[in-house]
């Protein structure tokens, strides 16, 4: 049961960095808690975002930049791998004003990212009214305007995740389903990792667990500072196509369905359904889109997405016990062409820290004043 890295996680973080890891030419052993694991892949909006990602953290905003432009690739080597189509579409995306005050947050942010360094090539900009209805015939008459970036696309994370465990499955990597991990012992210069089902030992492991890694950093020295945040989304029947481009909180799936999103409520790892929300979400999707209130509700569902205190990745590799990582964000989605293709082989080479410094936990540390 030995392997050169163990993955604690098997959603679409845990498993683009063990798709990176085989292409690197490791041995993987990805543990799943299964399903009923706070699993954020299965319940997100799939989008693949760039606007306004790395609004106080310029890193973050190249980072996410840098992921959408592998994106393209990275969609079609799933596919060829696999025969599946993710679904991957990156037409620009919008975010839709209903008022001045929304119109003047969005361009206040896009003035705050202007001034940090490396960001301006996101070429976001703010549009008026009339310009969003001759790009979106079907957006309605309170839209003010819109924050518009030629960056941002869609995925079908679902289909994402089936790719990515059947070329796992393929290459050799060993997934273990139902595997929920108890603890993590250290031992020698590797691994030991304790679960229900047995032990399983390797040179490195990585936390990639979403919600699931904090409990566990402290087996390895590592303090992760995430945690839920809870949101609801609302799918609707199928019809024709609707759109030219993404809508941040509105998007149209290739089957026809129309996601309507998202909320965020701070309720610790609550998946109830609020109700109120729910009214809220679909309200505000209706006075953007008129065309909306014809079409039925089929399903909604709430989820837990991993946040932290400011909202950008945690990456951290131990500094009481080199090769235990944890690698945390809420943009899993949007990240995953990055950390399969660019993140994933970092985990084999020394400087891990020095390199992704910038998603280092210590950014939260705040001196003591006297």
């Not at 016990?321 to 080479?349: D, I, M, N, Q």
């Amino acid at each position: 049961m030995a392997s050169d890295v163990i993955i604690v996680g098997g959603g679409l973080v845990g498993a683009a960095l063990a798709h990176g890891l085989v292409k690197a030419s490791a041995t993987v052993t990805i543990l799943d808690e299964g399903d009923l694991a706070f699993r954020a892949s299965r319940g997100n909006f799939g989008l693949v975002w760039v606007q306004s990602k790395g609004d106080g953290m310029a890193e973050y905003a190249r980072w996410s930049r840098q992921s959408s432009d592998l994106w393209g690739d990275f969609a079609k080597s799933l596919g060829e791998a696999t025969g599946i189509n993710v679904g991957h579409h990156r037409p620009g995306g919008l975010e839709l004003c209903l008022d001045q005050g929304e119109y003047e947050t969005y361009a206040t942010s896009i003035k705050r990212m202007h001034n940090q360094p490396g960001v301006g090539e996101n070429d976001r900009r703010m549009i008026d009214g009339d310009e969003v209805r001759r790009m979106e015939p079907n957006v309605g008459p309170e839209v003010v305007g819109a924050a518009f970036c030629p960056y941002d696309g869609i995925v079908n994370p679902l289909y994402t995740l089936r790719a990515l465990h059947q070329i796992l499955a393929s290459s050799g990597a060993d997934y273990r389903g139902d595997h929920r991990v108890e603890r993590i012992v250290p031992e020698g210069t590797g691994f030991r990792v304790v679960t229900a089902r047995g032990d399983f030992t390797a040179g490195k492991v990585v936390l990639a667990a979403g919600n699931g890694s904090p409990g566990l950093g402290p087996d390895l020295g590592l303090d992760i500072p995430i945690g839920p945040e809870r949101g609801h989304i609302i799918v609707t029947e199928r019809t024709r196509p609707l759109f030219n481009h993404v809508l941040g909180q509105v998007r149209q799936t290739d089957e026809g369905t129309v996601m309507l999103g998202a909320t965020k409520e701070n309720v610790g790892f609550d998946t109830g359904f609020n109700l109120e929300m729910m009214r809220q979400v679909a309200s505000r999707a209706v006075r953007k889109v008129p065309r909306l209130k014809t079409l039925r509700i089929i399903r909604s569902w709430s989820a837990l997405r991993i946040m932290s205190p400011d909202g950008f990745p945690v990456y951290q590799e131990s500094e009481a016990f080199p090769g235990a990582f944890s690698v945390s964000c809420h943009s899993g989605v949007t990240l995953a062409a990055a950390h399969a293709l660019k993140l994933a082989p970092r985990l084999l080479e020394p400087g891990f820290n020095d390199h992704f410094s910038a998603f280092s936990p210590r950014r939260f540390d705040v001196p003591t004043t006297a």
